[in-house]
């Protein structure tokens, strides 16, 4: 249980920084950094941990890239689709959890993740195209 609330922790990290990255430049923004000196990642050993480690930083970069670029003719339109690329990339981290991790309460976690940001996306897909967005 401790690794995985340090992954998660370390997850949270990268999330507020990745927009920070993001936001300066979507080009190799943590390319050739070297994260085992970060005080979180000390039990983030093998490779299996760095695979989940960069398939988080993709997917929070893909979801930060779209977030970024997503427009709306009126503020509640681009709330929305703010939200549906934020609930997308929680849905994508969850599922990253799901492939890598190995607690159990962990997995239902990232389960729960899925299942609320699933409903919680096609609310403001419906939302949007009930007002023709």
Known sequence: MQKTTVALAVIAAFSVGAATASAQSTQGAMKGMDHSAMPAMKGMKGDHNMM?????????????????????ATPDAMFARKMIAHHQGAIDMAQIQLRHGADADAKKIAQKTIDENTKGKAELEAWLKSHGG
Request: charged letters at 25%.
């Open 52 to 72: 989940a480690m960069n398939d988080y930083m993709a997917a929070m970069k893909k979801m930060d890239q779209a977030m970024m670029s997503a427009k709306g």
